[in-house]
């Protein structure tokens, strides 16, 4: 079955390639690696491939990388054949992604959850080569040495990150290496303006990007964890699970005879179930400031005042990731984005809230009271 397969595949393959059809084109039943090719180049012409001892291999220095949202990074992937091969086979990439917004953990998968699954992020062979989906026009392979199949990912974007596949064919062999993308950055807690627990999945997910900002994974919440976050509210991460990060235990919170962790609810029925959200933001482009201005401001003024400065208010996201990132430190409440009233403190003094740095929460007060704002350009 598989063997008349095959040279179907490769035409396909080919056609895809030169027509620039999409990836899921080439998927044939029985075989639904949609990735080989028969190599007339590897084999002897009658359709058998030889076998003579070499071996490819399929490497990466750096199983996880970290970069900032913006920047460009590269994704470490070379391979070469021991021993070496004198006549250069050809091979073909393919870089796929499980993006870590869908890594659902082995848990059953959560009613209405997508399955977890990779897609194409980038096909070469020789010098053709394709990108996908988002990734389109973003990527390159970096080729500075010979077996050098380094993916080069440009303007970063928050939610590339995840495990990145390098998969190296030669039509003999076929082997492949992860390396795992994280960006820097900070994770927050955030709940709406109704008030606690308003939030199932696609709501979350909406407040986070609108705060400039999006589900935090769970290595996002764990490394915040890590650093000390400790939030009794339970929320969203990016895989469909509730969850929240506990570093003094105590009642209420999972209990005070529990070590400290994240408490996990597992996965909830992501349209039933309500809760707050972790968000996940990385550093920003602009600057956040806080708007110098002889009076407080209500809300409605202090929209009015960042435009006046040719800037916007600031979204919590910005607020927080100028907070981390950047330093920003202002004993001064001021309005943001979704009216609620915020600031930042990274040097913990008196009269500026806890002993622990931290960005400070008014909530979200009445939009007639008078506060400072903070804007962003
Ligand atoms: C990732 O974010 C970009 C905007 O930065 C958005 O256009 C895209 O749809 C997002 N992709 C996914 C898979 O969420
Ligand atoms: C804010 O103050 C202005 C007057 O400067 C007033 O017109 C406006 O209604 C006020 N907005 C709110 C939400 O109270």
Redesign the pocket.
Known sequence: MLGLWRPLLAACLLLQLLLLLPASWCRMPEYNNGFYYHDVTNSNGNGEIYYNGVRLHVESPEPSVSATRGSSVTLPCHFHYEPEVSAPRRTRVKWSWL?A?TAAPAAPAAPGAAPAMETEVMVAMGNRHRSYG?FRGRVRLRRSAPGDMSLVINEL???DTGRYRCEVIDGVEDESVTVELELRGVVFPYFSNRGRYHFNYPRAQQACQDQDA?LATFEQLFTAWEEGLDWCNAGWLADGTVQYPITAPRDGCGGSGLAPGIRNYGPRHRLLHRFDAFCFSASIKGTVYFLQNPTRLNFTEAVQACARDFSSVAKVGQLYAAWRLSGLDRCDAGWLADASVRYPITKVRANCGPPEPGVRSYGFPPWHLKFGVYCYR
């Open positions: 993006p917004n988002s974007r928050l939610n999006t």
